[in-house]
């Protein structure tokens, strides 16, 4: 099965509400890294987060390595934080990233 | 910040040909690697590659691909001969070292479309 699973798999909020993106991974990993992917494809690297939580302007990513899952909190969301997040652990020595199905989120003014 | 660069955005080309896809890493860097996404399907690794040597490869990474980074001039991807299952995102990543708390650093991805 998917060793990395991200939920909810798309979201519409409107500007201004907070979002909650999951990722849960099934197997140990080395660390969690939270990519944007905007809507023509391009990406965007986010946090690199082994473990703890990690803020970056309205951005914080929380990983809990020993209950395998990884969140990232987009507070007062805007309209230009529309695209896709992706998360991906990195397992092994080589830098071998597993990525998750991404979530679709859509920011409505 | 640190930035790697993709050239072109987006080629086409006709199936059985050759192509080389660019990334010009972070200057620093010293592993490289390539990753591919289907339109709509999720991102998978290929190949990673150091000190002039692939290190470890997926099973995507098929015998028609090759890489290279001759001179410490751009990373290549090279397919020869192209297949129509080759079409994707292909995105060239950086780090500058392997060691856990560093980060891949992403170009936008170059759009190849085999025709």
């Known amino acids: 099965g998917q060793q990395v699973q991200q939920s909810p798999a798309s979201l519409v909020l409107q500007e201004g509400e907070n979002a909650e993106l999951q990722c849960n991974f099934s197997?140990?990993?080395?660390?969690m890294q939270w990519f944007y992917q905007r809507p023509e494809g391009s990406l965007v690297s986010l946090f690199y987060?082994?473990?703890?939580?990690k803020q970056s302007g309205r951005l914080t990513s929380t990983t809990v390595i020993k209950e395998r899952r990884s969140s990232l909190h987009i507070s007062s969301s805007q309209i230009t934080d529309s695209g896709t997040y992706l998360c991906?652990?990195?397992?092994?020595?080589?830098?071998?990233?597993?990525w998750g199905s991404g979530t679709k989120l859509i920011i409505k003014p | 910040g640190p930035k790697v660069l993709q050239i072109p955005s987006h080629q086409i080309i006709d199936m059985g040909q050759m192509v080389t896809l660019n990334c010009d890493p972070v200057?620093?860097?010293?592993?490289f690697y390539w990753y591919k996404q289907i339109l709509g399907q999720q991102m998978e690794f290929l190949v990673n590659?150091?000190?002039?040597?692939?290190?470890?490869k997926s099973k995507l990474f098929k015998d028609q691909f090759s890489v290279e980074r001759p001179d410490g001039s751009y990373f290549t991807l090279k397919i020869q001969p192209t297949a129509l299952e080759d079409s994707a995102v292909y995105f060239c990543?950086?780090?500058?070292?392997?060691?856990?708390?560093?980060?891949?650093?992403f170009g936008h991805g170059t759009k190849l479309s085999v025709l």
């Open positions: 987060n082994p473990s703890g939580t």
């Open positions: 200057s620093n860097h010293l592993y």
């Open positions: 990543a950086s780090s500058l070292g392997q060691r856990t708390n560093e980060r891949l650093f």
């Open positions: 991906a652990m990195e397992r092994g020595s080589n830098y071998q990233l597993i």
């Open positions: 197997t140990s990993l080395n660390s």
């Open positions: 590659f150091y000190n002039g040597k692939v290190m470890e």
